[in-house]
């Protein structure tokens, strides 16, 4: 039997917060996540037939309901177990389906990748919408063997294996503005959706990045043009996505604080004010134009050098690496511009790598290692910022009933980033040695 664990994909808060007895909505991003991760499952693993247990939370339902729907399976059924983690509850559930091709188990972390760990020995990362494949070897006990993970997001560049030229190259850069077009339509259907304006704004990074590494083959001034204009599309969409994270922080900080507090309310509030000037500023220029301008100029532009392509690639990707471990080793934690420029770099570096594994080699960190410290660089800079728009907040006339909840939320990321700072030095340590 194979058992797909998948982690529910996010669905929309309201002002009122979400309802613990109805089922929430899944967030347009959310739909299109788990619908792609559906698809990529079915193609790697044939399903023939199967079942869905999720679990009873609201927010879990609509990913169930969605799985059975793609799959053309029964209704799901709902177990509390699930809900509550109860291992050995799943191990006695598990005796009376034991002929069962497939089964999709729909929860929650960490319990999930608990769950995975026990069984196969592997404690994977699953993100929301992510699915973790393991093939189940024996009931008594239960112990089974991982088949992989499914769901890295919709934004990464398309993988390449094949040998690396420039035309190749140029292939993946040409995916990855198709991969912006995309995006957009995702942000233009609902721009309340946090996932859908991270996304598009992710999928500018990628293509900058793409373009930077082969920035020295490209003819100086229409490059510099492309370049700077993903720059200012992508920084546009800033202040919208701090708003996201500082919610997403509190979130974190207050359990079921969305619509809760009067800080979430008033985050909230922001966010629509936001979200409006960016539908007027989208209305107001043509980026779909602009792309397929990008793509035209990117068609016909030759390899501006002599030298093969692949030299030219694991030259610049080890240059790359290099000034990026010179930097970690003299990265002061207190200077916020100094772990902002790191976390870039790196966030740079793992694209290319996402793009073409033949990189992995030359790399002294995997690319789930290299995420997992990109996202910690990141999270130390969103404390620095979060503390600073809280700031800014605690001036405004309207802010004084949610002053003290910020000053307290202040007190604690400045705990957190002490926390994050600890584990990155201890990271430093085993990377430089």
């Not at 109805?22 to 739909?31: C, H, M, P, V």
């Not at 059924?77 to 002929?99: M, P, Q």
């Not at 500082?246 to 900080?253: P, V, Y």
């Not at 969305?258 to 500023?281: D, N």
Request: hydrophobic share 40%.
């Amino acid at each position: 039997m194979r058992i797909i664990f998948v982690r529910h994909a996010p669905t929309k808060a309201t002002d009122d917060g979400p309802s613990p007895d109805e089922d929430q909505t899944l967030t347009a991003w959310g739909r299109a996540m788990l619908s792609r991760n559906i698809r990529e499952l079915n193609n790697q693993l044939d399903l023939v037939g199967g079942r869905i247990w999720s679990s009873p939370d609201a927010g879990a339902t609509p990913t169930a309901k969605l799985l059975a729907a793609d799959l053309n399976f029964p209704e799901p059924e709902y177990h509390a177990f699930i809900l509550n983690g109860d291992y050995e509850d799943l191990s006695a559930k598990l005796g009376e389906v034991k002929e069962l091709d497939s089964l999709f188990i729909v929860g929650h972390e960490p319990c999930l990748s608990h769950w995975s760990e026990k069984i196969s020995g592997v404690r994977p990362r699953i993100d929301e919408g992510g699915l973790f494949a393991l093939c189940l070897d024996s009931l008594d006990p239960l112990k089974g063997h991982p088949i992989g993970r499914i769901g890295t997001g919709l934004a990464d560049a398309p993988q390449v294996t094949e040998p690396l030229d420039f035309t190749v190259f140029r292939n993946v850069l040409l995916a990855q503005i198709n991969t912006i077009q995309e995006r957009l339509v995702l942000f233009e259907a609902d721009p309340s959706d946090p996932g859908t304006a991270h996304q598009f704004r992710v999928s500018i990074r990628v293509a900058r990045s793409l373009l930077s590494f082969a920035s020295p083959l490209f003819s100086e001034g229409a490059y510099h043009v492309f370049r700077d204009w993903l720059k200012v599309i992508g920084g546009q969409f800033g202040c919208l996505r701090e708003l996201d994270v500082l919610l997403e922080q509190w979130t974190g900080f207050v359990a079921d604080a969305v619509g809760r507090t009067s800080l979430s309310k008033y985050i909230m509030r922001k966010r629509r004010v936001e979200e409006r000037e960016m539908i007027h500023y989208l209305d107001s220029i043509s980026i779909s134009n602009e792309l397929d301008m990008f793509q035209t100029w990117l068609e016909n532009q030759p390899q501006n050098s002599k030298e093969n392509f692949e030299t030219f690639s694991d030259r610049r990707f080890a240059n790359w690496n290099r000034r990026a471990l010179k930097e970690l080793r003299t990265l002061d934690y207190r200077e916020w511009s100094e772990v902002h420029a790191l976390r870039i770099r790196y966030k740079k570096i793992r694209y290319v790598q996402r793009a073409f594994p033949r990189f992995d080699r030359q790399f002294t960190l995997s690319g789930e290692r290299l995420k997992e410290m990109q996202d910690d660089l990141g999270l130390i800079c969103d404390t620095y910022v979060n503390t600073n728009i809280l700031r800014a907040m605690i001036s405004d006339p309207d802010f004084q009933q949610s002053k003290n909840e910020a000053n307290q939320f202040i007190d604690y990321l400045k705990e957190a980033r002490e926390a994050l700072e600890m584990k990155m030095i201890l990271a430093e340590r085993e990377i430089i040695r």
